[in-house]
């Protein structure tokens, strides 16, 4: 593989990364934070990039395929979270969250599409959220909303991009063990646990584990789905 990640510096992002390199692929990191000193692989290139920034998605996305020698992988975990409710947000919060998760997820996907399509494959894993399913978790509206509109997004970008060969499919994680979370009230995460059948909170190589099989030829007859890795928190 030669695949592009983001959010690569921490979570389902670094846990994927690890993933990837140990399996021999190429492998560049977006992620708004810089790469530790000296921690970068051989086969690792970290690029700094601003979701919310359309520029600056498509100057990393280029970087990326340029120093990969073309990109046939996306796996897509950067987001912006905010707890605020529906009663404490402003247009400005609103935006920012927005302009990330949903209007930078779309400019990320094309600009790497484009590149798929004019090798007639590749694999695009985005990332959703099991708080839409179940209207919020610990986040507020506007991120229930903007990830509400990636999965709309992985049917869109599913339905015009199978004809090129170019598969696009969605993971929803549940509550899982990540710096995002860390923050979270000791009380809701008790709370999440007590409803998850399987008990606990999942793990970010679980996530990445079924973000890698999405992105693999193991799943190379898969597109357009939305595959729900939660510990049975919310079966669709």
Known sequence: MRAIV??????????CRSQLLQSGARVAGLDIRPEPSGSEATDYRHIVFDLASVDSVRRAVDEADEWLGGVNVLLH?????TPLRWDDIDEAEWSRVCEANLRGTFFLSQAVARRMVASRSGSIVLTGSDSVNMGGVAGGAAYVASKGGVI????ALARAL???GVRVNAINPGVIDT???AGWRPEVKQEVTRQTPLGRLGTPDEVASVAM???SDAARFVTGEVVEVNGGFYFG
């Open 162 to 164: 199978a004809p090129h």
């Open 152 to 155: 709309a997004l992985t049917r």
């Open 213 to 215: 099989f999405l992105a």
């Open 179 to 181: 710096p995002m979370t």
């Open 6 to 15: 983001t959010g690569a510096t921490s979570g389902i992002g670094l846990a």
């Open 77 to 81: 975990f950067a987001a912006i979270w």
